[in-house]
């Protein structure tokens, strides 16, 4: 079950509607910077053709930070950002040190994989009760398969609705008239 707007940090939410508003500013004046919650160490240029780049391929989007930002945004709109979420989750355990492994696994599969999770997301039962089994001996891969699937399903059904989402086309509508 999905818990809304709650769900997303308060920072992306912000990061979101920045972006909004601000891609369509960016294109009319000549410093392209976008600094809104970044520390000054952190300053992230902005190119006007962004958000052209993102329907080039779902890995494009995900690694843009402005992109994955906007993408929970949306996701938060459709009430399915627990999968972003459980992607970047599996993203972050790939780098956690062995000797928490097993808390972190733990952790992720109450949250996202169980029945009744707060924030289930959509897998069948064969992935479900393999994920259970690689956390009998956690290791950087055990979510591997769940996360796959899981990003197909963002790839094949979510993205293309991103793609087609007013927001995302006023910002390509904006980018190319810029």
Known sequence: MCRGLDSLPITCLERAKELKALFGNLLQKSDHS????????????????????WKESFEKLLSSQNGLCLFRAFLVSEFSEENVAFYLACEDYR???????????????????????????????????ITK??????????????????????????????????????????????
């Open 34 to 53: 976008i600094t809104g919650q970044l520390k000054k160490s952190e300053k992230q240029r902005l190119n006007a053709d962004e958000p052209l780049k």
């Open 133 to 178: 089994e690689n956390l009998e001996q956690p290791s950087q891969s055990c979510f591997d398969l769940a996360q796959a699937k899981i990003y197909t399903l963002m790839e094949k059904d979510c993205y293309p609705r991103f793609l087609k989402s007013s927001t995302y086309l006023e910002l390509c509508r904006k980018s190319k008239m810029g």
């Open 95 to 129: 780098t956690t040190k062995p000797a928490k492994l097993a808390t972190k696994a733990k952790k992720i599969y109450d949250e996202f994989i169980c029945c009744d999770a707060p924030r289930e997301v959509n897998l069948d039962h064969m992935t479900k009760a």
